[in-house]
């Protein structure tokens, strides 16, 4: 099985940063793509942020574009989110994903970690 594990959320003041870390554990893969979700209560599930690792694309979600990096190491299965600027509207937890049976969807998950920006 493929586990994954998010570390690194905390409460932070808005302005501030924070880097999000996601190991994969278990049996070993390989996967198309890993990336970062997030979701606050009452709320839907929001792409953060995406690594294609066939070139190293990355992807963002438009609400964090410029403020968020997304990067990792495909061979040690693990990505990272650096995020900078942090707004009170990024609060959620955020969720380590990847595309690993199904190309077109990411699959497996991990459990969450929470941010919370105060104001």
């Known amino acids: 099985q493929v586990q994954l594990v998010e570390s690194g959320g905390g409460l932070v003041q808005a302005g501030g940063s924070l880097r999000l870390s996601c190991a994969a554990s278990g049996r070993t893969f390989s996967s198309y793509a890993m990336g970062w979700f997030r979701q606050a209560p009452g709320k839907d599930r929001e792409f953060v942020a995406g690594i294609n690792w066939r070139g190293g694309y990355t992807y963002y979600g438009d609400s964090v574009k410029g403020r968020f990096t997304i990067s990792g190491d495909n061979a040690k299965n693990t990505v990272y989110l650096q995020m900078d600027s942090l707004k009170p509207e990024d609060t959620a937890v955020y969720y380590c994903?990847?595309?690993?049976?199904?190309?077109?969807?990411?699959?497996?998950w991990g459990q969450g970690t929470q941010v919370t920006v105060s104001s």
């Open positions: 994903a990847a595309r690993v049976v199904n190309p077109l969807r990411f699959d497996y």
